[in-house]
């Protein structure tokens, strides 16, 4: 299981948005030589908008990641970036990784009441059963982030199987129980995946 994650998001200068996407591309394999880097996703938020989620199975693989090739090639091509990078430190309540071929994502991020929190992440949690039985969401990750927000972030192999996810049970049952906790708009953002690695989960 994974319990650490982290978000960057990587805003490209104009015209550099194809010079990005090849840094993204050559750090694939960089990724994988990582042995606790245990999913790793590069996506595309928009135009010159990028994301990089990857996920740990403890603080020690996440700051060995922090420290590792694919940070400082990101920092040594600073100028293909309009701003430094933001990252985020998250915590991951609950996954399911499977095997197979992706090309779209999707990131949602609730801002939930303090009083809700712990409700909010009990329901995330039990959502690792549902997701479970929907076979095109390939890899599915239920977060916490710092500031208090919870979310998921989840990938398929196509946008049909992304619609089929957001038609499901998981976002019903939060229109159903979950309005009375948030404290703001949820925000959802549809993505691309430009390159990905997963450590498929063994069930014991």
Known sequence: MTTRGLLMTLDAKAGKEDELEAL?????????????????????????????????????????????????AVRDQADLLDAEPRVEAIEILADKRTPGIVRKGLLLRLPIKEAHRDDAAAFLRSGRDIVAQEPDTTSWFALRFANGDHGVFDVFPD????????????????????????AGLPHMSFLDVVADTVEVEIDL
């Not at 619609?163 to 159903?176: M, S, T």
């Open 24 to 72: 993204l591309l050559a750090a694939l394999p960089m990724a994988v030589a990582e042995p606790a880097t245990t999913a790793w996703f590069a996506l595309r938020a928009g135009k010159g908008e990028y994301e990089i989620f990857d996920a740990f199975p403890d603080d020690a693989g996440r700051d060995a990641h922090l420290s590792g090739a694919i940070a400082a």
């Open 159 to 182: 946008s049909k199987g992304r619609r089929a996810h957001l038609a499901g049970k998981i976002p019903q049952q939060l229109a159903l129980h979950g309005l009375p906790w948030l």
